[in-house]
């Protein structure tokens, strides 16, 4: 049996396709943000689910923490480079939404 | 606080971004298949969560069950037109992993 599925695809939906993470991404898509503006855009997840998807996108190299020494400390997540090229794929998803749903 | 997260595509995420879905839809945008050949694909996922996958998307009116009343019944899982316009989205994807993973 010959798979179809190639491993790198796998990989994306693996690291894009988690929940919350789409709409994640959507937020910061539109400017830099504090934890709590996040939260504020989605109302509906947890802190502790907020915290572990940030974590993981860290650590995926699609976004950055950045942490300001100020008191009290200013802490912003901003997406990479590598976090920004996935905004071809979040406007055909709303393509798609606004032909579909 | 104005919401930036546009409700149509908060709903596309819902459908779409959910553990597999996107495995199976990439399978099925290849051809139309029975329950294992799907299975055979993406072997890590259990039959459970398969068929509940497949139910959800059925019920999204992205794919079709065809039952074939032949002895044993034959059924096959063919994505619908509005299944076969995800096609972009997973393009957009496959892009993104060459480029970054």
Chains 1, 2 share one sequence.
Request: hydrophobic fraction near 40%; glycine fraction near 2%.
């Amino acid at each position: 049996m010959n798979r179809c599925i190639c491993p790198k695809f796998e990989a994306a939906i693996e690291v894009l396709a988690k929940k919350w993470t789409g709409l994640i991404i959507r937020v910061l898509m539109e400017k830099t943000c504090r934890f709590r503006d996040i939260r504020e855009q989605i109302p509906q997840m947890s802190e502790r689910m907020l915290a572990e998807r940030l974590k993981e996108l860290e650590s995926n190299g699609i976004l950055v923490r950045n942490v300001y020494p100020e008191t009290p400390v200013r802490v912003e997540y901003q997406l990479t480079d590598k976090g920004r090229s996935i905004e071809p794929i979040l406007d055909e998803i709303q393509h798609w939404a606004e032909c579909h749903l």
